[in-house]
């Protein structure tokens, strides 16, 4: 079968390739009951049971293909999008999407997906000399996100100079490197450099400390302005959304007296409201979603109301 025109029609849908994104996306398709099989080697997958083809690349080029219109929908991370605005910003002619217009980096942010949390941060050798991003301005810094590191230090130039617009000269040396960022500043390469920080573990072992944040970064559903199918992106979008409410919250059954089922159901209010269940002899079961990261507390405060048989269950999905 030849899978390239075989996407005529399908809706197409990047994913990350490889790396730290793919197995969450890959979780959330799966709960969104995208069913696909993806053969070895091949970067497009067709899915079985929708309309639509998978597309896998580096996290990297999704805002290209997403800008460009080329691909619909993607899942990559906020700082590769605020990266590829930075770089249609600072080259207008990459936006050759003409529904987009020059100038604009064609993407739109559908929702936060809840995974792949990191921060792009400035770095500075923890017993060196710098301590603020100003100390930093005129110095060589090291970075896979060029665009974003370049405008981070134009802006703190043009403060430097006492506000006047930056004239375009950036006197900050920017040098790109695609990995090991870290290395750079024990290695003489860089003063300072901006990467990303999950735990801080890879930039304390590398004797660096954070001086400043210039993305906060989370995984992200993006959709291109002038999608192929926008009752598709609607369906996917929904379910998605539901899925990972889904992962936000448990349902949580109890039964308790009907004397006290008002304060028992102050304590589970529900997404809207709490589904209660009229037993015999004067006692009521009540089911209510809860978030999970408050379940325990919520299990406490029931039980001081003279909840019984509290049960807690996951949640698969949601609408
Ligand atoms: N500790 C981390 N280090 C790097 N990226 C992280 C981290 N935690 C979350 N992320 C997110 O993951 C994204 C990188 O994803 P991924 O690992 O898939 O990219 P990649 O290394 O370019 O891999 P590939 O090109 O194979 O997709 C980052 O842009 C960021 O949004
Ligand atoms: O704060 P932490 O949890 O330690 O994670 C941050 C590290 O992870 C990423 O590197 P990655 O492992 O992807 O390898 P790379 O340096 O080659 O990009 C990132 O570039 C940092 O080096």
């Not at 490889?18 to 890959?26: F, W």
């Amino acid at each position: 079968m030849d899978l390239v025109n075989s996407l005529e029609g399908r809706l197409l849908f990047a994913l990350c390739q490889e790396g730290r994104l793919n197995q969450a996306a890959l979780n959330l398709l799966e709960g969104a009951d995208i069913q696909f099989r993806r053969q070895n080697r091949l970067d497009i997958a067709l899915v079985k049971n929708l309309p639509i083809a998978l597309i896998f690349l580096p996290a990297a080029d999704i805002p290209t293909f997403v800008g460009q219109g080329r691909v619909d929908l993607g899942i990559t991370g906020w700082d590769q999008v605020k990266e590829h605005d930075a770089a249609v910003r600072a080259n207008p002619a990459t936006a050759s999407n003409p529904a987009t217009g020059p100038g604009l980096s064609g993407c739109d942010m559908v929702m936060e997906l809840g995974f792949g949390a990191c921060r792009l941060q400035v770095q500075v050798p923890a017993n060196g000399s710098y301590n603020c991003s100003l100390d930093l301005v005129g110095r060589t810094i090291g970075t896979s996100f060029v665009n974003l590191a370049t405008d981070y230090f134009a802006k703190l130039e043009s403060q430097s100079t006492g506000g006047a617009p930056h004239n375009g000269t950036l006197h900050t040396k920017i040098v790109e490197l695609s990995g090991s960022v870290e290395a750079a500043c024990a290695l003489g390469v860089a003063d300072g450099i901006v990467d990303l920080v999950e735990s801080g573990e890879t930039m304390r072992a590398a004797g660096l400390m954070a001086i400043d944040t210039v993305v906060e970064s989370t995984a992200v559903l993006i959709r291109s302005h002038a999608p192929s199918n926008p009752d598709m992106i609607d369906l996917i979008t929904s379910r998605i959304r539901g899925v990972i409410t889904a992962q936000k919250y448990v349902l949580c059954q109890y039964n308790i007296e009907r004397s006290r089922l008002s304060e028992a159901t102050k304590i589970t209010p529900g997404k809207r409201a709490a589904t209660v269940t009229s037993l015999d002899d004067g006692w009521a079961a009540v089911s209510s979603m809860v978030k999970k990261n408050k379940i325990a507390l919520v299990m406490d405060d029931l039980s001081r109301v003279g909840a019984h048989d509290i049960l807690v269950l996951d949640i698969h999905n949601t609408r």
